[in-house]
């Protein structure tokens, strides 16, 4: 059963607030035991939703003063987050803030409300600017879709992602070792993906510390949660795109979609893929039964005990996908990329969205067909290739003699 939003009633609020009537749901607030400060204007029941757990994340970015008397944020890689912030507390609290920019032309938002930071600390339990940053309590126990809105805007004030098919990697950073111990345990506890805490040392600044996920699996599972900033987010479907599963990874999964006891071979390649053949299925359930997810008898195939539980594990982290790649229409698309640029793997991955080693075998292809060659090696030792342009005839350019590895220059009159 799916959890409702959490609430604040009067009964919470009063033990912080003096509370008058507004109309029917809308009331008043203002501190206790204090003199008469400006008001706050909020609906009751006040709800934990969505909305304010944009806030609670974006405050990452922000500062709840640590005297309780203003709230700033400001967000230089987005300046509309400033915008959504503002507007926001002011559709919530019934406060406009005060916009403005930095001198380097950096938006920022502040509003000078202690009536406001009070019921952000003592009710939301945001942390002030002297204390360790922490998860609100709330937070912990809302509903899936409010936790995954809070992670969404926490790592998109301080995470980033590496796409390097040399290392693929989410970080999110803060000088506050406590709170990425709790986002780790967070993340693990709700959404099952591992995570790990580094920290390093800044000269002049002192230590620093990272929640680092590195595990493919927890990337993907990491990809529904993703960023609330377009280039974070951009960058990580970019690298979930870039993975491919393994085969028998592919092959486990889809066969709970037969919804039979017992299969056999054509099964498996008629009804799941029928873009194998007969050897390549039976190499797949060998190998599943080799690794004691399949049993075989005289009846057929089964899924063992073990396979049920290695596909409720492998949930939404496997990409449903072909294989078997097209060789001569990559051929024909790596041949037209090299058409007006020479370049290197990565880059003709990247730009085509083909796999890596589907390019690297496709280049050595056209090399022994003689259609490309490697014309150097740079400084980052990326091999750099280009297109062998054929004369009218369809014969190598003249001055180039074929070699099995492509074409060379000619020596011929030296």
Same mark, same amino acid.
């Given at each position: 059963?799916?959890?409702?939003?959490?609430?604040?009633?009067?009964?919470?609020?009063?033990?912080f607030f003096s509370i008058q009537q507004i109309d029917s749901n809308r009331y008043e607030l203002n501190r206790l035991k204090t003199r008469r400060t400006k008001v706050i204007k909020i609906r009751i029941p006040f709800h934990l939703d969505n909305d304010i757990a944009k806030i609670c994340g974006m405050i990452m970015d922000g500062s709840l003063g640590r005297d309780l008397s203003c709230l700033m944020f400001s967000q230089k890689k987005d300046p509309n987050k400033v915008l959504e912030f503002a507007k926001i507390i002011n559709d919530k609290f019934g406060i406009e803030g005060r916009i403005s920019y930095r001198p380097e032309g950096i938006l920022i938002v502040n509003f000078s409300r202690s009536t406001l930071c009070n019921f952000l600390y003592y009710l939301l339990d945001m942390h002030k600017s002297d204390e360790d940053a922490r998860i609100p309590k709330w937070i912990w126990e809302s509903p899936e879709e409010v936790i995954r809105v809070y992670l969404r805007y926490s790592f998109a004030m301080e995470g980033s992602v590496f796409e390097s098919i040399i290392k693929r990697e989410i970080r999110f950073h803060t000088c506050d070792r406590p709170y990425v111990e709790q986002l780790s345990k967070l993340l693990l506890q709700k959404f099952s993906i591992k995570s790990k805490v580094h920290d390093y040392f800044i000269p002049?600044?002192?230590?620093?510390?990272?929640?680092?996920?590195?595990? @493919?699996?927890?990337?993907?599972?990491?990809?529904?949660?993703?960023?609330?900033?377009?280039?974070?987010q951009k960058r990580l479907e970019r690298v979930v795109d870039s993975y491919n599963n393994k085969a028998w990874e592919i092959t486990l999964l889809k066969l709970s979609e037969l919804n039979m006891n @017992?299969?056999?071979i054509m099964d498996v390649k008629n009804r799941l893929f029928p873009y194998l053949c007969k050897r390549s299925a039976h190499w797949r359930l060998t190998s599943l039964v080799n690794m004691g997810y399949l049993q075989l008898d005289r009846s057929g195939y089964y899924i063992t005990d073990e396979g049920k539980r290695r596909i409720l594990s492998l949930g939404n982290s496997v990409k449903i996908m072909k294989l078997r790649t097209r060789p001569r229409v990559n051929e024909k698309l790596v041949l037209e990329y090299l058409e007006n640029r020479d370049s290197h793997i990565n880059g003709i991955s990247r730009d085509l969205n083909l796999g890596r080693v589907t390019v690297r075998d496709t280049l050595r292809r056209l090399e022994k067909q003689g259609k490309v060659r490697l014309t150097e090696i740079d400084k980052f030792q990326k091999k750099i290739y280009t297109r062998i342009k054929a004369d009218s005839e369809g014969s190598p350019e003249a001055g180039h003699d074929q070699t099995s590895y492509g074409f060379e220059p000619s020596t011929s009159g030296l």
């Open positions: 059963m799916e959890k409702q939003l959490l609430s604040l009633d009067i009964n919470d609020i009063s033990k002049s600044y002192g230590m620093k510390y990272y929640l680092s996920i590195t595990n @493919k699996d927890s990337i993907i599972k990491f990809s529904k949660i993703g960023f609330a900033l377009e280039t974070h @017992k299969f056999r």
